[in-house]
């Protein structure tokens, strides 16, 4: 979608908002400033000018599920911890157990899960952050 807007001195801005995007009263986004789909930047939050976010080496964005739960991991004393919706913190093997587990709700999601798990470790491992996952439940 495209919009546009004068602003208060008289220059007119065209904005692209993709299906489902908002932009909040009062928000400014800076020329050629990009925002990734299903991105979130919360109320009152504010970035300043030259801010730049980068993912760093510790934290792996494991993706969205079908059922769109996002789930990434992170390293924090050479261990790997998986967060997912309110989930957070989880090491390897208490996320293997709880979504891998045979009473997990639904097979289908926890297998899929598994991938992401899996993905989400060999990444550290390939980038050297870890040997391998703790794989202790807690």
Not at 58 to 81: A, E, K, N
Not at 107 to 126: K, Q, S
Request: neutral net charge; contains cysteine.
């Amino acid at each position: 979608k495209e919009r546009r807007h004068t602003n208060p001195d008289g220059s007119v801005v065209t904005i692209y908002c993709g299906d489902g995007a908002s932009i909040g009263a009062r928000a400014s986004i800076g020329e050629w400033a990009s925002i990734g789909e299903w991105a979130r930047i919360g109320d009152g939050a504010s970035i300043g000018d030259g801010a730049r976010i980068d993912t760093p080496p510790h934290y792996v964005d494991g993706g969205w599920r079908r059922d769109r739960h996002r789930f990434s991991g992170y390293v924090m004393d050479g261990i790997i911890y998986i967060t997912a919706g309110c989930r957070v913190g989880w090491n390897v093997g208490q996320a293997r157990a709880h979504w891998g587990g045979k009473a997990y709700r639904d097979r289908a999601l926890g297998a899929e899960t598994m991938a992401i798990i899996d993905m989400i470790e060999r990444t550290f491992v390939l980038r050297g952050l870890v040997v391998r996952a703790n794989e202790e439940a807690v």
